[in-house]
């Protein structure tokens, strides 16, 4: 079955802006913010963004103390060639929707080990310096207009 060509980013942050970065486990070395995509066509990108939060990293948005915040932000871009096979034949772009959530800077995180190594907290700006994807790091850098 091919992905559908439409996503969420998750910012993951503190109060004092400091972001949760993941480390891809099929490129190492190639750090992003949560991301997913819609697992049917009509599946409200919300319940994805919540899915795929749990799903990366073990972290519960449940709406009261941890909560998404829809920033009505869409970016579309190339996928990388290394990843349109996953896509139904002459796919070639995706449209992404971003959230962010505020998180305490303590609470557990609990990877995927199929899909991430591991995590590192970083300030803001180091984060979106170290974000392999344009549109992830240009949402990070938005990020203190969005809390």
């Given at each position: 079955?091919?992905?559908?060509?439409?996503?969420?980013?998750?910012?993951?942050?503190?109060?004092?802006?400091?972001?949760?970065?993941?480390?891809?486990?099929?490129?190492?070395?190639?750090?992003?913010?949560?991301?997913?995509?819609?697992?049917?066509?009509?599946?409200?990108?919300?319940e994805?963004?919540?899915?795929?939060?749990?799903?990366?990293?073990?972290?519960?948005?449940?709406?009261?103390?941890?909560?998404?915040?829809?920033?009505?932000?869409?970016?579309?871009?190339?996928?990388?060639p290394?990843?349109?096979?996953?896509?139904?034949?002459?796919?070639?772009?995706?449209?992404?929707?971003v959230?962010?959530?505020?998180v305490p800077?303590?609470?557990?995180?609990?990877?995927?080990?199929?899909?991430?190594?591991?995590?590192?907290?970083?300030?803001?700006?180091?984060?979106?310096?170290?974000?392999?994807?344009?549109?992830?790091?240009?949402?990070?850098?938005q990020?203190?207009?969005?809390v």
């Open positions: 079955m091919h992905k559908i060509p439409e996503s969420v980013l998750v910012v993951i942050h503190t109060a004092d802006l400091e972001v949760l970065l993941i480390e891809r486990a099929d490129r190492p070395g190639f750090w992003q913010s949560v991301t997913g995509s819609l697992d049917s066509p009509d599946e409200p990108l919300r994805t963004a919540t899915r795929e939060l749990f799903e990366e990293t073990g972290i519960v948005a449940d709406g009261a103390a941890i909560a998404l915040r829809d920033w009505h932000l869409s970016n579309v871009y190339e996928i990388y290394v990843w349109r096979h996953r896509y139904a034949p002459g796919v070639t772009h995706n449209t992404e929707h959230f962010s959530v505020c800077r303590d609470i557990p995180i609990t990877l995927s080990p199929r899909e991430h190594l591991r995590h590192a907290w970083r300030p803001y700006l180091e984060a979106a310096d170290r974000c392999f994807s344009s549109s992830n790091a240009e949402a990070i850098l990020l203190p207009r969005h």
